[in-house]
């Protein structure tokens, strides 16, 4: 009896272990929803603001990092015009899959430029102090992807 | 929405994130050959020198998370990730002169050099 017992302790044990372990392995690779509606809705906003062509506002949702490598709104943007062109005019933008990487989330979407070809664009975001989601990096990648 | 997976369309490249002249593929295949057999080259962007942004160039052994991997003429550069936006059109140059040799970066993106040459602004 004594030594059942102590089996089934055992298995508890280990049952509790692995679903430790499971959960940390979940918690590894998913961003929490309210992370992910925060991150998405920082992409969007500064998406709008490319539409609207306000530099300054789409500046504000780069990191203050980036904000100081690039000095001013003017000549975020006009990078962003020159070498972006699929994330500064896109005909049709959609969210995939969201990742964390360390304490940063990355975010990758498929883009269909202005020119009407398909690319990946991944969004490094960074939680700043006070709580809130910044672009920290966007990198646009030529490669096959879901088209909507 | 709803999404489903098809063939992509025909696509053309993007523009180059960056590109190697003759010289500075024969030189990093020579290094990837000798002197740093089994490592990379990383490129970043960081902020220092007199006029904001410089190139900063480090050995690796293997690309970091986000880091994209840039061949060209057969020879592989690791580019920061927070880099792509500062970087895009770049070619990257080996140079040799009479006092110093070094990779150099021919960047479209640049609007200035400080006089020393060290540092850029876009």
Request: proline share 5%; hydrophobic share 40%; charged share 20%.
């Given at each position: 009896?004594?030594?059942?017992?102590?089996?089934?302790?055992?298995?508890?044990?280990?049952?509790?272990?692995?679903?430790?372990?499971?959960?940390?392995?979940?918690?590894?690779?998913?961003?929490?929803?309210?992370?992910?509606?925060?991150?998405?809705?920082?992409?969007?906003?500064?998406?709008?603001?490319?539409?609207?062509?306000?530099?300054?506002?789409?500046?504000?949702?780069?990191?203050?990092?980036?904000?100081?490598?690039?000095?001013?709104?003017?000549?975020?943007?006009?990078?962003?015009?020159?070498?972006?062109?699929?994330?500064?005019?896109?005909?049709?933008?959609?969210?995939?899959?969201?990742?964390?990487?360390?304490?940063?989330?990355?975010?990758?979407?498929?883009?269909?430029?202005?020119?009407?070809?398909?690319?990946?664009?991944?969004?490094?975001?960074?939680?700043?102090?006070?709580?809130?989601?910044?672009?920290?990096?966007?990198?646009?990648?030529?490669?096959?992807?879901?088209?909507? | 929405?709803?999404?489903?997976?098809?063939?992509?369309?025909?696509?053309?490249?993007?523009?180059?994130?960056?590109?190697?002249?003759?010289?500075?593929?024969?030189?990093?295949?020579?290094?990837?050959?000798?002197?740093?057999?089994?490592?990379?080259?990383?490129?970043?962007?960081?902020?220092?020198?007199?006029?904001?942004?410089?190139?900063?160039?480090?050995?690796?052994?293997?690309?970091?998370?986000?880091?994209?991997?840039?061949?060209?003429?057969?020879?592989?550069?690791?580019?920061?990730?927070?880099?792509?936006?500062?970087?895009?059109?770049?070619?990257?140059?080996y140079q040799v002169q009479a006092l110093s040799s070094g990779?150099t970066?021919?960047?479209?993106?640049?609007?200035?050099?400080?006089?020393c040459g060290?540092?850029?602004?876009?």
């Amino acid at each position: 009896m004594r030594r059942e017992l102590s089996r089934l302790t055992a298995a508890g044990f280990f049952l509790m272990i692995g679903g430790c372990w499971s959960a940390a392995a979940r918690a590894d690779d998913t961003v929490a929803p309210g992370d992910l509606a925060a991150i998405q809705q920082v992409i969007t906003s500064q998406e709008d603001a490319f539409q609207h062509d306000d530099s300054t506002k789409a500046f504000g949702y780069a990191t203050p990092e980036l904000q100081t490598m690039f000095g001013d709104a003017t000549n975020f943007m006009s990078l962003v015009k020159r070498g972006y062109q699929p994330v500064y005019r896109p005909k049709s933008f959609t969210f995939n899959n969201a990742h964390p990487d360390g304490d940063s989330i990355v975010q990758e979407a498929s883009v269909v430029g202005p020119d009407g070809l398909l690319h990946t664009a991944i969004y490094t975001m960074e939680r700043q102090p006070d709580g809130t989601w910044r672009i920290a990096a966007c990198q646009l990648i030529d490669r096959p992807s879901i088209s909507s | 929405m709803s999404t489903t997976l098809t063939a992509a369309k025909p696509r053309r490249a993007l523009p180059p994130l960056m590109s190697l002249t003759d010289a500075a593929a024969d030189r990093l295949r020579s290094l990837y050959e000798k002197g740093q057999a089994g490592m990379l080259l990383r490129v970043a962007v960081g902020t220092k020198g007199c006029s904001g942004l410089s190139y900063d160039m480090n050995w690796v052994e293997a690309p970091g998370p986000g880091d994209e991997l840039v061949t060209d003429k057969g020879v592989s550069v690791v580019v920061d990730r927070k880099a792509t936006l500062f970087l895009i059109g770049t070619v990257m140059d080996y140079q040799v002169q009479a006092l110093s040799s070094g990779f150099t970066f021919i960047n479209p993106n640049e609007k200035g050099r400080c006089g020393c040459g060290e540092s850029f602004h876009v």
